[in-house]
């Protein structure tokens, strides 16, 4: 069934979106020397005095993410159905995470790897290994379905 879903207009989107973010990373190394890891650039910005490009980049993905919800209403996913304590929980979880973890999956996973940093494919691969348990275990007990 999966395979049946593999056609050209299922992914040009997201193959478009990969190189959007692939460039973007990108030009922020190559015009700023800085790594476009999100769980960084929140972090810093919850400083008492954060510098003002973290603010502007936070600021560009949630303008980002609003353009497409009225340009392209479709294309936003139905919410989750889960509840708002879960969800919550979940993405403390996660903050929680990527400090362990020394980073997330767009510092290490997209800039990391691409720099071939180990300490990146290490952490790349346990943030892979830890999805695919959560979801897997989430799953059985019907919190994933």
């Known amino acids: 069934m999966l395979l049946a879903q593999l056609t050209l207009a299922g992914v040009a989107a997201p193959i478009a979106g ?9 030009l922020m190394l190559l015009t700023d020397g800085r790594i476009a890891g999100i769980s960084g650039i929140v972090g810093g910005s919850l400083e008492p005095r954060p510098e003002r490009w973290r603010l502007a980049f936070l600021a560009g ?3 980002g993410g609003l353009i497409l919800s009225l340009a392209f209403p479709a294309a936003i996913a139905a919410p ?5 304590a ?6 403390l979880v996660v903050g929680y995470g990527t400090r362990m973890g020394n980073g997330c999956t767009s510092g290490h996973g997209v800039c990391g790897l691409s720099r071939r940093s180990r300490r990146s494919f290490a952490a790349t691969l346990a943030f892979m290994a830890a999805g695919a348990v959560s979801a897997t275990l989430l799953s059985m007990i019907g919190v994933g379905s």
């Not at 990969?18 to 990108?26: D, E, F, K, T």
């Not at 989750?80 to 708002?84: I, N, Q, T």
């Open 80 to 84: 989750v159905g889960r509840p708002l």
């Open 86 to 91: 879960l969800v919550g929980l979940a993405g």
């Open 18 to 26: 990969g190189a959007l973010i692939g460039l973007a990373a990108s």
């Open 61 to 63: 993905i949630a303008l």
